[in-house]
């Protein structure tokens, strides 16, 4: 058997899974530190994927370096939307604040989407840099550049937020107010300020993952929901906001479904996730997000 | 200030203004009964078609989700479920419409009953992202697997009037709004709606939580189904993945929270707001229509949880404190 095909498909579920990876990581901090379930994070990361287009086509910035304008301009639209919406919601108790949050992100989802569909028109875009389609082969295995850089970048993201959480004052603060926000609170941390900075890190999380879009796939304003699932897909396999965990099983997604293209072919794709999320809901009904 | 002279009158005397209502919904029926009649422009009789059309998927989304407090993000896949049957039975297979058209309903509560044993032990948000996901996963699966246009034959198409299927769609609209009417005055729906204040209180009362869901998804997902059905029988042709596009869910959910969420009047309301304002706005741009629901429904969900059948009742009650 010739095992060629077979490796080329996981090595590029590593590199899509690595964005699902980066997609989910934002969406299961929010969930996390603010117990806040923003379904138009997907939303976001189209966002995130036409700022990156527009830096490239108007201005010839190259989209990996355009994240450092991205991510702050995402990090910015995470401010504003916490302080004109969801700003109402984290005063409510638990199961009022996911529904709420759920219904308001959802009424956002239709905003930006037609929003978007005004500004920029329902047309694919893509990213077309100078060296997409370039790579390099390894014994038959051929790895893209584009697609290199984008975990890179994923991976780089991870880790620098890795080390911001568990290194800096304000980031063990967070993790505090996820594990407990009574307690966080009787310490000293101001939960509010936690939550706006939580919530403005993920989005600019969204908005290095539009980058990624924009660069390996298509951008088109209706991407949000399916972003959106892919994303939360990601998070309950993971487990409640476990932030590398996000990370990890958005690869394991990324795997799963380069393989389920031999066992089902490469329509149901979506499908193994979205049967696989609901298996792992109902194994544990109270939601993997959930603590006992 | 007609408007509310008219809502002050109403507060002052809330027994005549029942009856005023009452009065008010039985006009409105005879003239949409005899709209066929005396308009023979196609666009009216389409355009009311889809209110109906309409009122029936929220009326039976908030049979689910008002009442029994279930968020369902999977509506289009009773609705799909039901179109399918339909389509295949009667358009392809050669059965009665009227069997057809009833076994879409059947068809769409027993795959609702089979997935909600399952579904129903996920609670709240969970209940909702994983219905979600199931419609979205069978959207998928219908699409690879019937990935052609689904057209009327030549024979039916000969035949076809909009007249049926105008009448077809206010019955069946009005049959939801009457099952959700009589709904209330029995024992089975305290239940439900003890379920929606608090589950465990309700079980720990002698009101078991699964059987009185699974009850209310039945009603809801039949009526999804029959929707479907109808859906089935007026569109000439389609992509069969297409009625379980999240469109489906989508649409309902905004028109019933906008109207008023657990209410009678709420989804009928609000069905018809949407599809009137939509209506109106398609001729410049669709997506500003869509735009202005998504920007509805936030503020409903954020000040007024009742939708507009809350700001009516506050204009009547604030009239009324006044005298």
């Known amino acids: ?292 | 200030m007609r408007a509310a002279a008219i809502a002050s009158r109403i507060a002052a005397y809330p027994r005549a203004g029942q009856a005023l209502i009452w009065a008010g919904v039985i006009g409105l029926l005879f003239v949409a009964a005899l709209v066929p009649q005396f308009t023979d422009r196609r666009d009216t009789i389409n355009l009311l078609f889809l209110v109906y059309l309409y009122v029936t998927l929220a009326a039976s989304w908030n049979i689910l989700g008002g009442y029994a407090g279930q968020v369902n993000l999977g509506h289009a896949a009773f609705f799909g479920i039901g179109a399918l049957t339909t389509r295949t039975l009667w358009a392809e297979e050669g059965f009665p419409f009227l069997l057809a058209f009833l076994a879409a309903g059947l068809a769409s509560m027993a795959f609702a009953l089979v997935i909600g044993v399952p579904t129903f032990r996920l609670r709240g948000v969970y209940f909702a992202i994983g219905t979600l996901a199931m419609a979205e996963a069978l959207r998928i699966t219908v699409g690879n697997l019937l990935p052609n246009l689904s057209a009327l034959p030549g024979p039916i198409i000969a035949r076809y009037d909009l007249e049926p299927r105008y009448y077809l769609a206010l019955a069946l609209a009005i049959c939801t709004a009457a099952t959700v009417y009589a709904l209330p005055a029995t024992r089975v729906s305290l239940g439900i709606l003890a379920v929606r204040e608090d589950e465990d209180a309700a079980q720990a009362s002698g009101v078991n939580p699964l059987t009185h869901k699974l009850l209310a998804l039945a009603l809801s997902s039949l009526f999804a189904g029959l929707a479907g059905g109808l859906f089935a029988y007026y569109h000439v042709s389609y992509y069969p993945s297409l009625p379980f596009s999240t469109t489906w869910t989508f649409d309902p959910v905004l028109a019933t929270f906008v109207g008023g969420i657990g209410t009678l009047a709420g989804p009928i309301i609000g069905a018809a707001f949407f599809i009137l304002v939509r209506e109106r706005l398609a001729v410049e741009l669709v997506e500003v229509h869509q735009l202005i629901f998504g920007v509805l429904f936030i503020i409903v969900v954020l000040v007024l949880p009742g939708g507009f059948v809350e700001a009516w009742s506050r204009l009547t009650g604030l009239l009324r404190f006044r005298r």
Not at chain 1, 258 to 281: K, P
Request: proline content about 2%; aromatic content about 12%.
């Open chain 1, 1 to 292: 058997m010739n095992l060629e095909p077979v490796v080329q498909n996981l090595v590029f579920g590593l590199f899509v899974g690595g964005l699902y990876g980066i997609a989910a990581v934002g969406l299961s901090l929010v969930f996390g530190v603010m117990k806040v379930l923003n379904v138009a994070h997907g939303s976001l990361v189209m966002l995130g994927g036409y700022a990156t287009y527009w830096a490239f086509t108007s201005y010839g910035i190259d989209p990996f370096l355009a994240l450092a304008i991205t991510a702050p301009l995402l990090f910015l639209l995470g401010l504003a939307l916490n302080l004109g919406l969801f700003r109402f919601v984290t005063r409510l108790p638990e199961d009022d604040k996911i529904k709420n949050s759920l219904l308001i992100s959802f009424g956002l989802t239709l905003v930006f989407e037609n929003l978007a569909i005004r500004l920029w028109t329902a047309d694919e875009r893509a990213v077309q840099t100078s060296y997409s389609g370039e790579g390099f082969t390894v014994a038959d295995i051929v790895f893209p550049y584009t697609r290199m850089s984008g975990l890179v970048v994923a991976l780089a993201a991870i880790l620098i937020l890795h080390v911001f959480l568990t290194r800096t004052y304000t980031g063990k603060a967070i993790r505090a107010t996820s594990q407990d926000w009574e307690a966080a609170s009787l310490m000293g941390i101001d939960v509010q300020r936690t939550y706006v900075l939580a919530f403005a890190l993920g989005t600019a999380l969204a908005g290095v993952a539009g980058a990624l879009v924009a660069v390996g796939y298509t951008v088109t304003p209706a991407i949000g929901l399916a972003w959106t699932l892919k994303a939360l897909v990601v998070v309950v396999l993971a487990g409640m906001g476990s932030i590398m965990g996000a990370f990890g099983a958005g690869i394991l997604l990324g795997e799963a479904e380069a393989l389920s293209v031999y066992a089902f072919g490469a329509s149901y794709r979506e499908v193994v996730g979205l049967v696989l999320f609901i298996l792992v809901l109902l194994v544990r009904p109270q939601g993997l997000f959930g603590r006992r």
